[in-house]
């Protein structure tokens, strides 16, 4: 069974940067598509971003494109999400997923979570 667990999480003021980092056990790494979704106060998680599991595909939700970047270090089993002019509307619980494939079609297909770690964005 997979294990994930998220860190890099913090306070940030809003235009700033933080890098999420989810580190993966339990089986192989790299076979597998990788996400992050993201959780706010009273909302539903929703998904950010994924990337297939040689890392040459990514995907991303329209409200992150161009501010953040998903990519994975295969050899040391490490999902990564680079989080750039951060917005107060950013400020939620992320969490790094997996599912049972190498390819990446839709949010349903990642469906292993972490724990998350908690992003907020201060004014």
């Known amino acids: 069974q997979v294990q994930l667990v998220e860190s890099g999480g913090g306070l940030v003021q809003a235009g700033g940067s933080l890098r999420l980092s989810c580190a993966a056990s339990g089986r192989t790494f790299r076979m597998y598509a990788m996400g992050w979704f993201r959780q706010a106060p009273g909302k539903e998680r929703e998904f950010v971003a994924a990337?297939?599991?040689?890392?040459?595909?990514?995907y991303y939700a329209d409200s992150e494109k161009g501010r953040f970047a998903i990519s994975r270090d295969n050899a040391k089993n490490i999902l990564y999400l680079q989080m750039n002019n951060l917005k107060r509307e950013d400020t939620a619980t992320y969490y790094c997923?997996?599912?049972?494939?190498?390819?990446?079609?839709?949010?349903?297909?990642?469906?292993?979570w972490g724990q998350g770690t908690q992003v907020t964005v201060s004014p």
């Open positions: 990337i297939n599991w040689t890392g040459t595909r990514t």
């Open positions: 997923a997996t599912g049972s494939r190498s390819y990446y079609n839709e949010p349903t297909d990642l469906d292993s």
